[in-house]
């Protein structure tokens, strides 16, 4: 497990509720019930796929993946770089379309442009004008599409498009803002050559040989069939839902706007989650803490299966905006459960 090469994880866009900082605990906590030897026979699902860290490192670590999610931003990323165990841009790709793509458009362009500093904007502008002429161009495309959200994300502070104070930055308008987000913005202008071939490198850094497909939809389908192992990393209640912070990118991505997920409500349909789960061996549900502590969970998930290992992480969420007291308190919880009779 500790095999796992941090490069895998280089291509993935940095979206909010990823696992990486957490992934090696996650698969220490399966390998006590199901041992690293077996996991080349086994099959993981992966039905909250996000950004994908939890499958590039299932996939990494020998497993058959299975893994889905409903956004396209995420769907993006499971075919180019989880479902995809070879295909790799070429970097010359982004640069021939920056190039080629000068001339003016009379087509509606992306609110998030508008969000954006002029060199960046550029580049996101080129970018969206390839990815809509590509619409059917398969790897290529999906492939260029993270390299476009990858830079385009670092436009923002905390990788969200969101920001309230990015309109004000593009007016000039630097009095409304504290000098470490202006240092942000300003840090992360320019799109060179040199930064494209760089983050083509990063892309292709987790396009690797294994085994796994990707399915966009939803996590009652996926799990469905049969599985060995299922991580469950659903939106935590109480946050910021994704489709809000992602709105700009998913209007990019020509996602059209969603109703916001049950999982970020107040009555997140855990149990109907975990009661679909009652045919696979293991289970490992991560949960966040604004809402329910660690027993709460541990409870809820002892309704439906036996609960082999609870574990209390400390997370600094949004730490640099998060008040004193949150970065002091917050936490994540990881259960892992087995669906064998409950003692
Ligand atoms: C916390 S993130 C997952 C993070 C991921 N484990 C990682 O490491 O990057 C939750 C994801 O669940 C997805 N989602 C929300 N509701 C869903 C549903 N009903 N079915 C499938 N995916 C869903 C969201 O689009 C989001 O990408």
């Not at 479902?83 to 920056?98: M, V």
């Not at 969101?162 to 987000?181: C, E, F, K, W």
């Not at 996590?219 to 946050?239: F, I, K, Q, R, S």
């Not at 969603?258 to 679909?276: K, R, V």
Request: glycine letters at 6%; one cysteine or more.
């Amino acid at each position: 497990m500790t095999g796992i090469a941090t490069s895998v994880f280089d291509g993935l866009p940095p979206y909010p509720g990823g696992k990486r900082r957490l992934i090696r605990l996650i698969l220490a906590l399966i390998n006590d019930a199901l041992p690293h030897e077996c996991w080349r026979d086994a099959t993981f699902v992966d039905p909250f796929f996000g950004g994908g860290a939890v499958s590039i490192a299932a996939k990494a670590a020998g497993f058959q993946v299975r893994a889905g999610d409903i956004a396209e931003r995420s769907a993006i990323v499971g075919r180019g770089l989880v479902a995809n165990s070879r295909h790799r841009l070429d970097p010359r790709h982004p640069l021939r379309f920056l190039e080629s793509a000068k001339t003016d458009h009379l087509v509606a362009e992306p609110a998030i442009l508008r969000q954006l500093l002029g060199p960046r904007r550029a580049f996101a502008r080129a970018a969206w004008l390839a990815l809509s002429d590509q619409r059917d161009a398969g790897l290529d495309r999906d492939l260029l599409a993270i390299v476009a959200i990858k830079l385009i994300l670092r436009s923002f502070p905390l990788s969200l498009p969101n920001a309230s104070d990015a309109g004000h930055v593009v007016a000039g308008d630097y009095d409304r803002l504290t000098s470490a987000r202006t240092s942000h913005y300003l840090r992360h202008a320019p799109v060179t050559a040199e930064v494209i071939v760089r983050t083509c490198a990063a892309v292709n850094a987790s396009v690797f040989a294994g085994r796994a497909t990707f399915t966009k939809g939803s996590a009652l389908d996926l799990l469905a069939a049969d599985a060995d192992v299922a991580v469950l990393d659903p939106p935590y209640p109480g946050t910021q839902s994704y489709e809000r912070a992602f709105r700009l990118l998913d209007d990019y991505l020509g996602d059209p706007p969603g109703e916001t997920n049950p999982y970020s409500g107040s009555s997140p349909p855990i149990d109907e989650l975990l009661d679909a789960c009652r045919h696979i061996p293991l289970v490992v549900l991560c949960a966040g803490n604004a809402q329910m502590d660690e027993e709460g969970w541990a409870a809820l998930v002892g309704r439906h299966r036996r609960v082999l290992k609870s574990i209390a992480v400390p997370y600094r969420h949004y730490a640099a905006v998060a008040s004193e007291r949150k970065n002091a308190t917050n936490c994540e919880f990881l259960i892992l459960s087995s669906n064998e009779a409950r003692r």
